[in-house]
């Protein structure tokens, strides 16, 4: 059964990029799945920030696209997400998320990280 | 941008009773790909329901789920202590939307 582990630093300073990395286990990265990112701010909903294949497909929300970046690394089967001129906007629980292989839903998460945007 | 709207914000019942709760899409959703999670304090969102009604792995009978042209219902048929959480809806239509959220509530 996949696993996902969000990991990176819980401060970013404000106009900094924030960058996060996702571990897998327990499948290949390579698989026949997209994967995403997914952030919830403190007390808030969940907004989907965007999503990867292994090839390098991506996929954006439209109000972030300028400002986020997705990538695979495929030898070390994890994803990253970088998120550029943060504020305290971008204060946030990230998690990254596996998209079943119907493309319409989240079926596995990480239990995420907080990502705290403050001088 | 399809806009999903959950309603209530909040719903306060007691153990045993049923749940109702509804997300409304501002224009047709993409065949069959509504999904429900549940968020409980501290925890990740887990998959309920997903392609409408049909029920993720290990999720009890009593949660289900339907629709009506633009609106979509998760039923909890009786409620057990652990479902209280909050629970989101989700659509993808090529890009992904979150409805806002709808607490059940311990009354």
């Known amino acids: 059964q996949v696993q996902l582990q969000e990991s990176g630093p819980g401060l970013v300073k404000p106009s900094g990029t924030l960058s996060l990395t996702c571990a897998v286990s327990?499948?290949?990265?390579?698989?026949?799945?997209?994967w995403s990112w997914v952030r919830q701010p403190p007390g808030m909903g969940l907004e989907w920030i965007g999503e990867?294949?292994?090839?390098?497909?991506?996929n954006y929300n439209p109000s972030l696209k300028s400002r986020v970046t997705i990538s695979v690394d495929r030898p070390n089967n994890q994803f990253s997400l970088k998120l550029n001129s943060v504020t305290a906007a971008d204060t946030a629980v990230y998690y990254c998320a596996k998209i079943a292989v119907a493309g319409t839903f989240l079926d596995c998460w990480g239990p995420g990280t907080l990502v705290t945007v403050s001088s | 941008e399809i806009v999903l709207t959950q309603s209530p914000g909040t719903l306060s019942l007691s153990p045993g009773e049923r749940a109702t709760l509804s997300c409304r899409a501002s224009q047709s959703v993409t065949s069959r790909s509504l999904a429900w999670y549940q968020q409980k304090p501290g925890q990740a969102p887990r998959l309920l329901i997903y392609g409408v009604s049909s029920r993720a792995t290990g999720i009890p009978d009593r949660f289900s789920g339907s629709e009506s042209g633009t609106d979509f219902t998760l039923t909890i048929s009786r409620l057990e202590p652990e479902d209280f959480a909050v629970y989101y809806c989700q659509q993808y239509d090529g890009s992904r939307t979150f409805g806002q959220g709808t607490k059940v509530e311990i009354k």
């Open positions: 990867i294949f292994h090839g390098g497909s991506t």
């Open positions: 327990g499948g290949s990265i390579s698989s026949s799945n997209w």
